[in-house]
């Protein structure tokens, strides 16, 4: 799998405005251009505090990935995370007025077309990866995440609910900008029917909607819109991921395995990994190469 040689960022500046997932507020951000390599970089506006994106900065992960620095929070910057980690857009200033991001359609899709719209140029430099030398792995049995060598980034996602339209879903891929853009940045967050007055009780998901939420009742989707993938629901876990994976500073080079899990584990993994001596290492872009196989993946049994 190819990946991109060199450092890349925007040729223009774009925005994107909508309301916030759980605050329900308005918000604008704006991804702007840098002259040279050095990372994605949140620029609250209104304190003018800057977050690095990087696992030392994480917050609260429950049902969003959340920075923190200098007691300022940005919510929910998984998607555009996931979009800029998918199509291979590492440095970036992305300026934003409040404390969460748009949730837009609840998918990575309108972020994609927003970055597509600026156009992507490379920077000076060779690009930086971070190279998996031995298997890593955070969970409690029944749920987990598990990174180890591999020559490209590969993703492979299992999910398990109680829910007959959901149920058990597995889906691998080899991560490019294409199949990003072609199997993954459509899927939408997802939720069960029942979750919505407890999420709601506890000050979460106050914006969410159908037009930004698949709602998994008893008999299936609520949508008037029809899923957009069958298994769309292990894909929006895969984006989730990708968008996680950017917590390491880094693209990576490396075989990712997850099974139940979510935004805490994703996050734990990539910690765990950054503290680890010796299990990973600085690499240049690999050479082109066919895709080796690799081990099967040991599924943990969920409790009943």
Known sequence: MTRARHPQTLQGAVSVSGRGLHGNRPCSVRLVPVSQASGLRFIHLPSATEIPV????????QLATTLVSHGIRLQTVEHLLSALNGLEVEHLRIEVDGEELPILDGSAAPWVEAIQAAGVQTLPGQRRFIQVLKPVEVGDGARGVRVSPFPGLRIRYTIEFEHPAIGRQTREMSLSPSKYRAELAAARTFCLAHEVE????????????????VVFGPQGPLNPEALRFQDEAVRHKMLDLVGDLSLLGAPLLGLVEAHAAGHALHVALTQKLLAEPGAWAWSEAPEPSRVR????????????
Request: no cysteine.
């Open 54 to 61: 990087h696992a030392s900065r994480a917050g609260d992960l």
């Open 198 to 213: 407890w999420m709601q009780a506890r000050g979460l998901a106050l914006g969410g909607s159908l037009e930004n939420a």
């Open 293 to 304: 196989p690799f081990p099967a993946l040991v599924h943990h049994p969920v409790p009943a």
